[in-house]
């Protein structure tokens, strides 16, 4: 009887990656830390690019994968619109270097995309419990948790527990760093009906009044939600090192005083881009910080056969350039296929995997930084602290 793949975490790559073992009958068991899968907020919507659409469609059957796209927004492809904050004026005028299918920008929701990814196995995932690390044995490999219990004996683990991922640090030695950036941002959304005067499209406000201090919001304005006063619409504030302060430095908080932090910001801003802020759903509100992986890429670790890293847990990623979604995908798509072609855990295998994402995440790391230092003044050096 074959040993499960173990999998920490229930995020995008990880959901992804089951569902890709499941097409394949290899057995496996998924655990998460939280409670549910709507434990914490889902933070902002997500753009796919062709190759992170290619890769969910090699994974999906093909009605799963049209129920996917289906749910999919799709906002014509103008590219991205820069406009001055506080003047109203347009300042730039951007391709969008995620157009994707058809020459539109497709965009779904975090907790939209979870839940389509997890249909067929529902309970096959283990909530509350936090993988603190691994155990090798002499045939596999057990997971251990917070608690000081251990999983049923798997195949390979398969780290996709994000920034903070455990696993990730013992596997790699410590290689595996994420930074923070010190720059910070807001999640926030509001009616439909705010974002009116904005219209179809990718839209960047840009607020560079005060020297030292520039904030900006991106957010996309999708057709077919537009006049349903039901539906809300998401924005992402983000802002130099120094502008936003978290109370306690408490990224958990949630509510009204994220609200209240980005109305402050904003208060000077064009009465036709207020709206956005002053009609923010506040219970929604929720702080971010800005992190990223080693900006040269991802580093080489001595590889361990039985346990692997995928998605934020190997490459951390700012949003500059929205690629992170999209690169954690193909890990899931590729280590699937490995595994797929292989009939279950074989011993070369995650060496095979780790070389090939060694490649495409580094790049789309590099640039993800290289964009942020512009965007964000990010900057990372040997002295900056790892998270």
């Known amino acids: 009887m074959q040993k499960p793949v173990l999998i920490s ?63 999919c927004g799709k906002t014509a492809g103008k590219g991205v619109v820069t406009l001055d904050a506080v003047t109203g004026k347009m300042l730039e005028h951007m391709p969008e270097a995620l157009g994707s299918r058809g020459g539109k920008i497709v965009g779904i929701s975090r907790g939209d995309m979870r839940r389509l990814f997890l249909e067929g196995f529902e309970d096959r995932i283990q909530f509350n419990k936090y993988v603190t690390g691994y155990e090798l044995t002499d045939d596999g490999v057990r997971a251990v948790f917070a608690d000081g219990t251990k999983s049923v004996e798997g195949a390979l683990l398969v780290a996709g527990d994000g920034i903070k991922s455990l696993v990730a640090k013992q596997v790699s030695g410590g290689r595996l760093k994420v930074y923070d950036t010190g720059a910070r941002g807001i999640h926030g959304q509001a009616s439909t009906t705010a974002f009116k005067s904005l219209g179809e499209g990718v839209f960047r406000l840009l607020d560079e009044s005060t020297p030292g201090r520039q904030i900006s919001i991106i957010t996309n304005v999708r057709p077919g939600d537009m006049d349903d006063p039901d539906i809300q619409f998401g924005w992402t504030l983000g802002a130099v090192p120094g502008v936003i302060e978290v109370p306690n430095n408490d990224y958990s908080i949630v509510g009204k005083t994220a609200a209240d932090i980005a109305k402050s910001l904003t208060s000077g801003w064009h009465p036709h881009f207020k709206p956005l802020i002053d009609n923010i759903n506040e219970s929604e509100a929720a702080f971010w910080k800005i992190t990223c992986s080693t900006p040269t890429g991802v580093p080489e670790w001595p590889n361990e056969p039985r346990v692997t890293v995928i998605g934020d847990a190997a490459h951390a990623m700012t949003p500059a350039g929205g690629n992170g979604a999209n690169t954690a995908v193909r890990d899931s798509a590729l280590l699937g296929r490995l595994l797929r072609e292989a009939g279950g855990y074989n011993n070369g295998v995650t060496a095979a995997y780790e070389k090939e994402m060694r490649v495409y995440a580094s790049e789309e790391v590099r640039a993800s930084y290289g964009i942020a230092t512009k965007i964000f003044n990010a900057e990372i050096n040997e002295s900056t602290p790892s998270v």
Not at 12 to 20: P, Y
Not at 34 to 43: I, P
Request: a neutral charge; hydrophobic letters at 45%.
């Open 9 to 71: 975490g229930a995020g995008l790559a990880s959901l992804l990656l089951a569902r890709s073992l499941l097409q394949s009958n290899i057995p496996f068991q998924v655990f998460e830390r939280d409670a549910s899968l709507a434990f914490r907020g889902q933070g902002y919507r997500l753009r796919l690019s062709s190759q992170g659409l290619d890769a969910i469609e090699s994974v999906l059957e093909p009605a799963a994968f049209q129920r996917f796209y289906d749910q």
